[in-house]
């Protein structure tokens, strides 16, 4: 979401970095009747509110890392149900596990755009890409780099 800020006769536009995830409603579901989408929204909306910190994107971590807890699901799904539902924050607020989910499909769509196999990410993985790109975020960050590194007569990947 940008807004327009004015200040001394001066307009400056602003990105808001972080989006909270809206309900699922009828057009969220779907076809299903969405009790899971509810209840993971539910725990994660009452949960951030508790979190004690001032940051914003730790919060949020928290707050999936404890609905998957609860619901002992991954944090992976948890993270993808949300986006779906519409959260948008920067990298840092997500589990690595669905940053890995994120850039694997990222990279397989720009790696299958010269080919004929047409796979193509999820829309809300799109939208948050979109949002990543919009504020800012390192777009060399997600390239997986590999160090081997020589140490006692083996190598080390790190």
């Not at 404890?66 to 949300?82: H, P, V």
């Not at 539902?85 to 940053?99: D, Q, V």
Request: proline share 7%; charged share 20%.
């Amino acid at each position: 979401m940008t807004t327009v800020t004015r200040r001394n006769g001066l307009e400056t536009l602003t990105t808001e970095t972080i989006i909270l995830p809206l309900p699922p409603g009828p057009e969220l579901r779907g076809g299903h009747d969405g009790r899971f989408e509810m209840e993971i929204y539910a725990r994660f909306m009452r949960h951030l509110r508790s979190v004690p910190n001032s940051r914003m994107e730790i919060k949020i971590l928290a707050a999936i890392q404890f609905t998957a807890d609860m619901l002992d699901t991954s944090e992976a799904l948890i993270a993808k149900t949300l986006v779906d539902l519409g959260l948008l924050a920067p990298r840092r607020a997500f589990p690595g596990s669905f940053l890995d989910f994120c850039d694997n499909m990222l990279l397989r769509a720009a790696a299958t755009k010269f080919s004929d196999d047409h796979s193509t990410p999820p829309q809300a993985v799109s939208v948050l890409k979109g949002h990543w790109d919009l504020i800012g975020e390192n777009r060399f960050g997600p390239l997986p780099v590999h160090y081997a590194i020589f140490n006692d007569g083996q190598y080390v990947s790190h």
